[in-house]
């Protein structure tokens, strides 16, 4: 499963693209837990613009990596996500526990 | 009511079928012309329930599932998602919000609320060694109609 992880300074972005579900969420997990404790970066952002799918698995997969960071005292932010995924992540409340934005305004 | 469409899939219990489960249930509805949100919605409830039967059924070990899906003419479509596995010994507890039976912290226990909330209807049906059947409606606003 593709995630593209870029970082400059502080700021760790995680472009995830494709479909997000129970199969594809453990290698997403992986790559971004694995480079996070590595770098333990202040800002982490999950970028959701080229996201085609997502289930509830993606909320599993916002939820850990939420607490990981946390506990390297960073932030997670969540970003381009469709209405579809947002849709989601309400279910879950995650909007009331992550920052959301899309493209640079919060929302 | 009579039946307009029909269509039963049989596949094995692989987390690589969960994008196909979804992703043929999708190009079954399609007939109907639903809006690109009702879709995603149904995509998203078919999901849920592969990856249950999956998960929770079979516990991982590869057999089959069934799926079987109709159109009626008021435009619904019933899709029963079905597996041979372990069965549900807790229904209601089952589907209460959060509640899981994962213990890596990786699964939210959201599948049920997701179905409950993208379909009209959710039903479960399940006895404990033998398996589970959740039936899932949703009525589609439709533009189009397979008689067109």
């Known amino acids: 499963m593709p995630v593209k992880i870029t970082v400059t300074q502080n700021t760790f972005t995680a472009y ?89 305004v919060r929302i | 009511m009579k039946r307009q469409n029909e269509m039963k899939l049989t596949f094995k219990s692989r987390g690589i079928n969960e994008s196909f489960a979804r992703t043929a249930v999708a190009a079954f509805v399609a007939s109907l012309d639903p809006t690109v949100d009702e879709l995603s919605d149904i995509k998203t409830a078919v999901s849920e329930a592969v990856t249950n039967a999956i998960v929770h059924g079979y516990r991982e070990s ?29 229904i209601g507890k089952a589907m209460e919000p959060m509640f899981t039976t994962c213990t890596t912290g990786e699964r939210a226990g959201l599948g049920f609320a997701v179905m409950k909330s993208f379909c009209d209807s959710v039903k479960v049906a399940s006895r404990v060694g033998k398996g589970t059947t959740v039936t899932l409606t949703r009525k589609i606003s439709s533009r189009g109609s397979i008689n067109e």
Request: some cysteine; hydrophobic content about 40%.
């Open chain 1, 16 to 104: 995830l693209s494709g479909e997000i579900d129970h199969h594809s969420a453990k290698s997403i997990r992986e790559e971004i837990d694995e480079a996070v404790t590595r770098m333990t970066p202040e800002e982490v952002y999950l970028d959701f613009k080229d996201v085609v799918f997502m289930d509830s698995s993606g909320i599993g997969l916002v939820m850990g990596r939420y607490s990981l960071i946390q506990e390297h005292g960073g932030q997670l932010r969540l970003r381009n996500m469709s209405s579809h995924i947002r849709k989601v992540m309400r279910l879950a409340g995650l909007d009331r526990l992550v920052l959301i934005e899309n493209g640079g």
């Open chain 2, 62 to 90: 590869i057999e089959n599932i069934y799926i079987s899906a109709a159109i009626y003419p008021d435009n619904r479509v019933v899709i029963k998602i079905k597996d041979n596995g372990c069965g549900i010994g807790d």
